[in-house]
Structures are given as structure tokens and as C-alpha cells.
């Protein structure tokens, strides 16, 4: 069981390093400050300066489109930067088959797939083979969400609650711009957060896909960004199952994954 027990480190990592960028973005929204000055917001792309509850609008709308699909069928391509690394990030979604994938620059790769009966946790590629484990019950549910949630926009979500809360409350220091860009080939609008230097960016594609995160990590300075690169609404079907070749380690009944 020592290598299932290994497989499973590799996702909780993932899950620990794409935590900071929910972490990261809420504490920019959430600790110390005074609520005495009223936030500055301004649209990007018509350069005029509107008032709270306007910034809360286009938050809202953003928040509906990132809502709306949750459930749709897409598969993305991201470019992830933190802590000095590069690597490729792919979430694939047709519900309930979900696949969550990074591979890292020397072409390792570890991965979660929901063939949408069983769940697997694999790892190899490069120069090693792959091994894929199946999980299941609470642990999968587990490792699927912590990995998913900050990249299918629920970790957005969040983030967004908390910045309607700060400018609700007029807290001082604060300022919200939107931006339209085109990102990954995608038509997108941005939301730029930005509390007294420190600064968070959440854009989402007009079908409602997260495009681009970046925040600078407050006072910590760990920052983290991530950036589509590649968009379709029809995931191949290949997406949802163990890589061809893989190693397939099933454990028995009742057993669990370390």
C-alpha cells in the first residue's frame, strides 16, 4: 500500500498549494483595516469611476456566470505559476466524470479521474510508468473538491462574497476595477481587487470558465497565478479514464487509501 499511500501525498500537496490562491485572494478581502473611507470602483474599460453598489452588480453577474457552469461540460487548459514553478493544469468536466490533471516541467504528471463510477488517483508519465489507484467514498469526494474547487470557480465564489462584503461595509483601502480581455482565445472580464498594494485578479469567460487568478499573497508575497491557454466544450471522451498502459492497483473492499 506504500505506493497508494504516495499517489494520495501527491494530491494532498495539490491541494495545499491551490488552497493559497482562495486563501491568498480572501485575506485581501477580509483582514484588518478601518471601514471609514467609501471604495473607489471603477470600470476598466470605460474609465469612469461608479459608485458600491455598481461594483457589486458586475460582481454578481460575474458570480452567476461562474455559478451557471459549474455544471456544464468543457475541458481547460492552465498555465499555473507558484512558488517559482511552472506547471500545466487540465480540469475536464461531464458530469459526474471529472478529471483533474498537472504536470510539472519535467513531464510528471498526477491526476484524479471520475469515470463517473469509480475514482482513480494516478501519477507517473516521463520517464516513469503510471499507476493509477482507485479511491473511494469520503476520500474521493474529498480529493476531487479540494483539487476542482479552485479551478471550476467555487474558490471564485468565495472570493467574490468576501469582496461584496468589504465594499458593503465601506471598508477603507479598497478598489475594484473591471477589465475586458481576451484570454486563451476567450472573450473575458476581469475583476481587479486591490486592498491598500495588495492585489487579486479573477477573470471569467463569457461562458462563465474561470480564464485567469492572480493574487499577490498579501504580506507573505506568495503569490499565485494560473491562465487558460486552451478551451473546449466537447472534453474527449478519453479524458475520463485511466491513461492507456497505466498500472491499475484496485483495493479491496472496505479498504482505504492511507
Not at 467555487?154 to 475586458?180: H, K, P, Q, Y
Not at 473575458?188 to 486591490?194: G, L, Q, R
Not at 498579501?218 to 491513461?243: N, Q
Amino acid at each position: 500500500m506504500g505506493g497508494g499511500h504516495g499517489r494520495t501525498g501527491s494530491w494532498r500537496r495539490m491541494a495545499t498549494a491551490g488552497a493559497v490562491v482562495l486563501a491568498g485572494a480572501a485575506l485581501l478581502a477580509g483582514c484588518g483595516g478601518s471601514s471609514s473611507s467609501s471604495p473607489t470602483t471603477s470600470d476598466g474599460s470605460a474609465g469612469t469611476t461608479t459608485g458600491g453598489s455598481d461594483a457589486s452588480s458586475k460582481l454578481d453577474t460575474l458570480a452567476g456566470s461562474v455559478a451557471s457552469a459549474q455544471k456544464s461540460t468543457f475541458q481547460v487548459v492552465y498555465t499555473s505559476t507558484s512558488g517559482g514553478s511552472t506547471s500545466t493544469i487540465t480540469l475536464a468536466q461531464s458530469p459526474p466524470r471529472q478529471l483533474f490533471s498537472t504536470t510539472d516541467s519535467s513531464g510528471s504528471t498526477t491526476s484524479l479521474v471520475d469515470t463517473g463510477t469509480v475514482t482513480y488517483s494516478c501519477s507517473g508519465g516521463g520517464s516513469s510508468t503510471v499507476t493509477c489507484t482507485s479511491i473511494g467514498g469520503k476520500l474521493a469526494g474529498a480529493a476531487l473538491s479540494s483539487l476542482i474547487d479552485v479551478y471550476n470557480g467555487s474558490a471564485a465564489l468565495t472570493v467574490f462574497n468576501g469582496w461584496r462584503s468589504a465594499i458593503a461595509a465601506r471598508v477603507a483601502g479598497v478598489s475594484l476595477t473591471f477589465t475586458d480581455e481576451t484570454i486563451g482565445g476567450q472573450p473575458s472580464t476581469c475583476a481587479n481587487w486591490n486592498r491598500s498594494g495588495d492585489t487579486a485578479t479573477y477573470c471569467v469567460t463569457s461562458t462563465g470558465v474561470l480564464a485567469k487568478v492572480e493574487t499577490s499573497g498579501g504580506s507573505s508575497g506568495s503569490g499565485t497565478r494560473f491562465e487558460l491557454t486552451s478551451y473546449s466544450d466537447s472534453p474527449p471522451a478519453s479524458a475520463f479514464v485511466v491513461p492507456q498502459g497505466a498500472t491499475v492497483v484496485t483495493l479491496p473492499a472496505g479498504a482505504s487509501t492511507p
